[in-house]
């Protein structure tokens, strides 16, 4: 989806720049993926299971600006990339087309700064314009701090997977599904 540049103020007073994920930041994307993954444990992937080439992730960032009902925003702050937020559909099919599927993570020098709630925000307000009735995302179970985000914005808990996610440590997380209804009937 094609989405004009935004800009924010941060609780530091410092600008964040919100604009569409483009071929160009393929590099700054993948290096951002690793060093994220690396991070914090409440991400899906390790930072050796990040192995888009770098074309690869062109191919990607291209299709998610050519796809009407797709949004991948990057957050950049200082110039630096930050972190990004995406919404695809859970399907193309009648029955699931109101339902698109967000996710959401930033560099963690950059957490604190209310990047998430602009970020969230902005989303949704695509998520409606797009025709989406329904937002959906997993959380792990420890991640309070995103939990209590999502709540405060709306999102509420529908379900939980136990044991959804291993660690290298042989230890386990449930994932929390949490749904927001954009719809009103």
């Known amino acids: 989806m094609i989405f004009p540049e935004q800009r924010f103020r941060l609780k530091d007073g410092r600008t964040c720049a919100l604009r569409a994920a483009q071929p160009e930041d393929a590099e700054a994307m993948l290096d951002y993926l690793r060093t994220t993954a690396g991070e914090t444990p409440y991400l899906l992937r390790e930072p050796e299971e990040v192995t888009m080439t770098i074309e690869a992730e062109r191919a990607f960032l291209k299709n998610s600006l050519d796809d009407p009902r797709a949004l991948m925003l990057t957050v950049w702050v200082d110039g630096q990339l930050a972190g990004n937020g995406s919404l695809s559909p859970v399907g193309s099919v009648s029955r699931v087309r109101h339902r698109c599927s967000l996710g959401i993570a930033f560099y963690q020098k950059y957490c604190g700064l209310g990047l998430g709630r602009i970020v969230l925000e902005t989303l949704e307000d695509a998520a409606r314009r797009m025709g989406f009735g329904q937002i ?36 386990y997380d449930d994932e929390i599904m949490m749904v927001k209804r954009l719809e009103t009937t």
């Open 136 to 171: 959906e995302l997993g959380v792990f179970s420890c991640n309070d701090r995103a939990k209590r985000l999502y709540e405060k914005m709306g999102f509420v808990c529908c379900g939980t997977t136990p044991r959804a996610v291993r660690y290298k440590d042989g230890s």
